[in-house]
């Protein structure tokens, strides 16, 4: 742990250690990094050239798409069953239909991040009309959470639908101190798979990687249902789950549920 805090100190990314997770076989999240845009505004190797500082068996788990109750409700069971924090990049439009599962969602103790309201290929249509979408998506996902319609999100992480963005896109991001996420590596669960055949894929490619930030879908019931498998085979395995926070946002300790 005292190695993962030096790096993160030199690096600009504030660290503290997450609290013991009272179930003492669970994988549990083993600590917390506090990621300041001006440092890192844009992470994760499938898209960019840099990405969070993790250590070997380090790993942060980010679900795309939601919310959708009946799939993201066991994603959510399964994270508290092993005490773990994850990132969930809401759609605006699911936010206003699901403004209970948001609230559950961050209650639970994860992170909430942007995706857009509607999930456009951002780098296909105008910048005003994707400038529009960043902002609704975000109004929406805080109305759902916070009751008020704002355009500054509360937690300021963004991520591309299909990773897919322009440079003035970024630029505008990166203006308003949005870090924006990709990935280093994925489940391809937007392809059809059985449940069987995603938990392979998924954790060959983290067995090849060693580290680094995995893309699910919690939309997706093939996910849901792997959930708990990947859980185990993270505990089984070695690896560690590091949940990302804002800069300057409260941390709540891995047990407060």
């Not at 994760?44 to 799939?71: C, I, R």
Request: with cysteine; net charge neutral; glycine share 6%.
């Amino acid at each position: 742990m005292m190695a993962g805090a030096l790096v993160a100190a030199v690096l600009g990314i504030a660290s503290t250690d997450a609290a013991e997770c009272p179930r003492k076989d669970a994988l549990g999240t083993s600590r917390i990094l506090s990621v300041d845009a001006k440092t890192y505004p844009r992470i994760g190797l499938k898209s960019f050239p840099q990405t969070l500082p993790l250590a070997n068996h380090e790993v942060v788990l980010t679900f795309d798409d939601g919310p959708n109750p009946p799939t993201t409700s066991k994603v959510l069971a399964a994270l508290a069953q092993e005490c773990v924090r994850a990132t969930f990049f809401l759609i605006g439009l699911h936010a206003s239909q699901h403004p209970d599962m948001v609230k559950r969602i961050a209650r639970e103790g994860h992170t909430i991040g942007h995706h857009t309201f509607s999930h456009p290929f951002m780098a296909r249509i105008p910048f005003d009309k994707a400038r529009s979408e960043i902002d609704r998506g975000i109004a929406a996902d805080e109305t759902a959470l916070h009751g008020v319609s704002t355009t500054t999100p509360s937690t300021p992480f963004f991520r591309f639908p299909y990773f897919e963005g322009t440079q003035a896109q970024l630029d505008l991001l990166q203006s308003r101190g949005i870090v924006v996420f990709g990935a280093d590596l994925w489940a391809s669960d937007w392809n059809e798979m059985t449940p069987e055949q995603e938990l392979k894929l998924v954790t060959e490619r983290l067995a090849a990687a060693g580290k680094g930030i995995i893309l699910f879908h919690d939309p997706k019931a093939r996910t849901a249902a792997i959930m708990p498998a990947f859980l185990r085979y993270l505990r089984e395995n070695g690896f560690r789950v590091v949940h990302v926070v804002a800069a300057g946002a409260p941390q709540k300790s891995a047990d407060s549920r």
